[in-house]
């Protein structure tokens, strides 16, 4: 019932910026925590960050400084805002909410599918 669609991905030069974006489908009863992983290809999934419900924001060491996570005042929307973006951050980037629905007992994790994120030299 819960569908969660990433957009903002796309290509750009090294040095450059884009802003990735997971909305909901729905609203969530509560959300533990809404976060961004990516997978290259040939290489495993790994956490870039997220944001818990208080506010509090967690990054990878290798966007440190150059990521930042934020979401919108309803916590329907997760952003991730991309500086300086290097070859090697490459990949495709997921979105995951870890929350409880209506009609749910226990928090679920709920992913998107995935938006292409491909930096130039």
């Known amino acids: 019932q819960v569908q969660l669609v990433e957009s903002g991905g796309g290509l750009v030069q090294a040095g450059g910026s884009l802003r990735l974006s997971c909305a909901a489908s729905?609203?969530?009863?509560?959300?533990?925590?809404m976060g961004w992983y990516r997978q290259a290809p040939g290489k495993q999934r790994e956490l870039v960050g997220h944001?818990?419900?208080?506010?509090?924001?967690t990054y990878a060491d290798s966007v440190l400084g150059r990521f930042t996570i934020s979401r919108d005042n309803a916590k329907t929307t997760v952003y991730l805002q991309m500086n300086s973006l290097k070859p090697e951050d490459t990949s495709v980037y997921y979105c995951?909410?870890?929350?409880?629905?209506?009609?749910?007992?226990?928090?679920?994790?709920?992913w998107g599918r995935g938006t292409q994120v491909t930096v130039s030299s």
């Open positions: 995951k909410f870890t929350a409880r629905v209506s009609g749910s007992v226990w928090p679920s994790d709920y």
């Open positions: 944001i818990t419900s208080d506010g509090t924001t």
């Open positions: 729905r609203s969530m009863l509560s959300i533990n925590r």
